[in-house]
């Protein structure tokens, strides 16, 4: 368990309170030394638990909506987290699906990649989260070559 000092407590509401976008909130929490203090210092497990308790409460104050975004930012940083998907219902803030897709490019090293054919390709399979493999077809029926640019 990790304590945060009220300085950093403060630090946290303001970033809230002054962000009006949520990559706003998302870059000004991402620098704050609690942030990483509480990625660093918590297990996932305890981080997904304050989470969980945070957004349950019914009624929620601008203190309250704040810490749940840094243990958000948290999780999804943290190095135990190696999934692409967030262990924690990030659906329970107003930004925080947002927060996983910043997270996704941000922490995980996510890559472009160039799609080259000479037909008109035809999606074989796709879903609303990444999938393990997606195979696409050219308009002969051959697979699709994807080359990934770093």
């Known amino acids: 368990m990790i304590t945060l ?3 950093e407590r403060m630090a946290i509401v303001q970033s809230y309170l002054i962000a009006n976008t949520p990559k706003s909130l998302f870059d000004s929490l991402r620098r704050l030394s609690a942030v990483q203090r509480l990625r660093s210092s918590c297990t996932l497990a305890y981080l997904v638990a304050a989470f969980d308790r945070t957004t349950a409460k ?3 104050s601008e203190f309250v909506i704040a810490l749940a975004y840094a243990y958000l930012l948290a999780i999804l ?3 135990e987290n190696t999934s692409i998907r967030c262990p924690a219902d990030s659906s329970r803030l ?4 947002q927060f996983e897709e910043y997270a996704r490019f941000a922490f995980k090293g996510f890559q472009a990649i160039t799609i080259e054919s000479l037909g008109s390709p035809s999606l074989i399979s796709s879903s609303a989260r ?3 493999s997606t195979t696409l077809l050219d308009s002969a029926g051959r697979p699709i070559a994807i080359s990934n640019h770093a």
């Open 5 to 7: 000092t009220r300085t």
């Open 58 to 60: 019914a009624r929620r």
């Open 77 to 79: 940083n943290h190095p």
């Open 94 to 97: 107003l930004w925080g699906e």
């Open 130 to 132: 990444p999938a393990r």
